[in-house]
């Protein structure tokens, strides 16, 4: 099983909301990422996690805050978001961070629109 | 600052051609090279993965290549389909990828 699963789908929330965004794999890996897409743009790494700790913050906004619950989950907290966060969120899982045979997979993504 | 180029941004081209996708990179010290596809609105499907030590990958009708002194990868689709045609882009890095601009396929029928 190499999936990754995201929920939700889709999420349309306005900038007072707080909301949380799901990734969740069964594949014994120990690195999980999120990246963020906008349109026709290549995918932008925000967080990293690695057994369970955050090792990567690229100097995204405290209005994002990651959450790893356990080594299967990888939850993103958001709140107070500006139309401009509006994208696609992508959770990666690996085996291990900054192994050389490491392959990511992805999830499908969750389409964020902020009002 | 590790940054990658994909050349050309779009491509079209006839069912059943063979065609060869460009990766560019700045820093040779890449850990290994990836290769994805992506779907409009989709997630990215792993396609081939080139560790550092290896010169090339293969799956099925797709082959990799790596030239870390060059700075350069290809993708070669052999006999392309309508159902190749995606976004593919290349990323490099060692867990902290950095991703390409993207060459957008489509496969004429």
């Known amino acids: 099983d190499t999936e990754v699963t995201q929920t939700p789908k889709h999420l349309v929330m306005g900038m007072t909301n707080k909301k949380s965004l799901k990734c969740e794999q069964h594949m014994g890996h120990r690195a999980m990422y999120w990246y963020k897409q906008k349109a026709k743009k290549p995918p932008e790494l925000m967080f990293v996690y690695s057994y369970e700790k955050l090792s990567i913050n690229e100097s995204v906004p405290s209005r994002f805050s990651p959450e790893c619950p356990n080594s299967s989950l990888l939850n993103l907290h958001l709140h107070a978001l500006q139309p401009e966060d509006s994208a696609l969120y992508l959770c990666?899982?690996?085996?291990?961070?900054?192994?050389?045979?490491?392959?990511?997979?992805f999830g499908p993504g969750t389409r964020l629109t902020v009002l | 600052k590790q940054e990658v180029t994909q050349i050309p941004a779009a491509l079209s081209v006839p069912e059943g051609e063979n065609l060869v996708l460009n990766c560019s990179f700045t820093d040779s010290a890449i850990y290994n090279l990836q290769w994805f596809r992506q779907d409009p609105g989709k997630g990215l499907t792993s396609l081939l993965l080139i560790q550092s030590s290896q010169r090339e990958q293969t799956s099925g009708r797709l082959n990799a290549s790596l030239d870390k002194s060059s700075g350069r990868s290809t993708l070669y689709i052999a006999a392309s389909q309508p159902g190749d045609s995606a976004t593919y882009l290349c990323a490099g890095g060692d867990g902290k990828l950095t991703f390409g601009t993207g060459t957008r396929l489509t496969i004429i029928p």
């Open positions: 990666a899982s690996s085996q291990d961070r900054g192994s050389n045979t490491d392959t990511q997979y």
